[in-house]
């Protein structure tokens, strides 16, 4: 019954953003991984000095959101590339699929808004740099606050 107030297209529109937030992020671990491994690596979305993901991503706040190393430690399990957070994230995204787990999907889309804000706030005021492929993440992310803030709300009003 909860099924019923799922739009037809609210299921393919989901797993295309997170494809997309997927491919993003195992791009950005690739683009970071290589550049760790050969300093002259350019990235694809390395276009100017000031436009630049893998500048980004090889940054403090790249790992751990700039956070986890100064509260855990540089070799904490929990200092990992941000882009594995991302890959978790939209995995988790299609697999709580479901309406029963709308709960979730909104809370964890409000936590990656959060630290997207934040992200940004980097990017732009800290790293003076311009990351195609983070903006597109924050707008993916965004997306699909919209997405499942409108699944809780429908079944909200399908319950009452």
Known sequence: PLN?????????LRLVLCALGLALSVYA???????????????????????????VFTSRWGRGFGLVEDLLGKHSVFNQPNSLFGIVFYILQTLLGNTLAAVTLVGTSVVSIAGSLYLAYILFFVLHDFCLVCVTTYLLNGALLLLNYKRLHSIRKYVH
Do not use: F, I, W
């Open 4 to 12: 019923s107030c799922r739009s037809p297209g609210e299921r393919a």
């Open 29 to 55: 671990l690739h683009v970071e991984s290589s550049r760790e491994r050969d300093p002259g690596y350019r990235a694809m979305c390395d276009l100017s000095p000031s436009v630049s993901c893998s500048k």
